[in-house]
C-alpha cells in the first residue's frame, strides 16, 4: 500500500536553491490553487527550468523587465506571464534575490476540485487533459496576470502554496529539450516530466512564424 502525500507546505528554502536542482524535485509536489468557489490540487508531472541572464530561452536573458520583475526574486514567488495575445503560463521563482530564475509548470494531474477545473476546460475530453500542457493548466486552475508575484510561502492564506506531495525517484524523471524553445536555446535539456505519465504534454520543437508577406 503506497503512502498518503505528504501535506507539508514547502519552505522557501525549497525554492532558495538552482534552478535546475528545484525543477526535478518538483515532480510529484502538489501546487494548490484556492479559488472562491474552493481549492484546486495539482499533482505537478512536468515542468521546465529557466536560467534567467544566462539562457537564450529565458524571458529575462535581456536583462529586466516590467513584465519579467517577479522572475528577480525573492525565492519562493510566482511569475506569471501572458502569451500569444491569448494564454497564461505559472512559473516558480527559484534561487537567490537578484538573480533570475524559474521553473515553468507545464503540466499536471488534477487530484482536488476536478469539477471545477473541467468548467474552466469545457474542451477536456478526459480528466488526464484538463492541465495537460501550460495554458491548458492555467486555464484549469484559474491562474491570470493577477497573481503575479504571489507569495507561494505564505501559508494557507495565499492563493497559490505547494505541498510536499510524493517526490519522483530520480529513475522515472525524463529529461530533454524545452518545448517551442528556438535559438540558441533550443538544445537546454531543461525539460523533465514523469516517465509515463499520461498527463505529461507531447513535446514539440519550436517551429519560427512565417512573416506575411
Known amino acids: 500500500m503506497s503512502a498518503r502525500p505528504d501535506r507539508t507546505p514547502l519552505a ?29 490540487e495539482l499533482r505537478i508531472t ?13 524571458h529575462a ?8 520583475a517577479s522572475m528577480f526574486g525573492p525565492p519562493g514567488h510566482a511569475y506569471v506571464y501572458f502569451i500569444y495575445g491569448m494564454w497564461f503560463s505559472l512559473n516558480l521563482v527559484c534561487g537567490p534575490p537578484g538573480h ?11 487530484t482536488v476540485g476536478a469539477d ?19 495554458a491548458r493548466l492555467a486555464t484549469a486552475l484559474d491562474v491570470d496576470r493577477s497573481l503575479d508575484g504571489t507569495d507561494l510561502c505564505a501559508g494557507a492564506d495565499s492563493p497559490l502554496s505547494l505541498l510536499a506531495g510524493t517526490p519522483t525517484p530520480p529513475e522515472q524523471v525524463g529529461n530533454g529539450p ?18 509515463g505519465d499520461p498527463t505529461v504534454s507531447p513535446y514539440r ?3 519560427p512564424r512565417r512573416r506575411s508577406t
Open 116 to 134: 471545477l477545473a473541467a468548467k474552466r476546460r469545457i474542451t477536456a475530453r478526459y480528466p488526464r487533459e484538463l492541465a495537460k500542457g501550460p
Open 100 to 110: 533570475a530564475s524559474g521553473v515553468l509548470v507545464r503540466a499536471g494531474e488534477v
Open 61 to 68: 536573458y535581456r536583462g529586466r523587465t516590467a513584465r519579467n
Open 205 to 207: 520543437a519550436h517551429a
Open 178 to 195: 524545452r518545448t517551442g524553445v528556438g535559438g540558441a536555446g533550443a538544445a537546454h535539456p531543461y525539460r523533465y516530466w514523469i516517465t
Open 12 to 40: 522557501r528554502s525549497f525554492f532558495d536553491r538552482p534552478v535546475l536542482t528545484v525543477a526535478p524535485d518538483l515532480l510529484g509536489r502538489i501546487l494548490v490553487r484556492r479559488t472562491p468557489e474552493g481549492p484546486i
Open 46 to 58: 512536468e515542468v521546465e527550468a529557466y536560467e534567467g541572464e544566462a539562457d537564450p530561452g529565458s
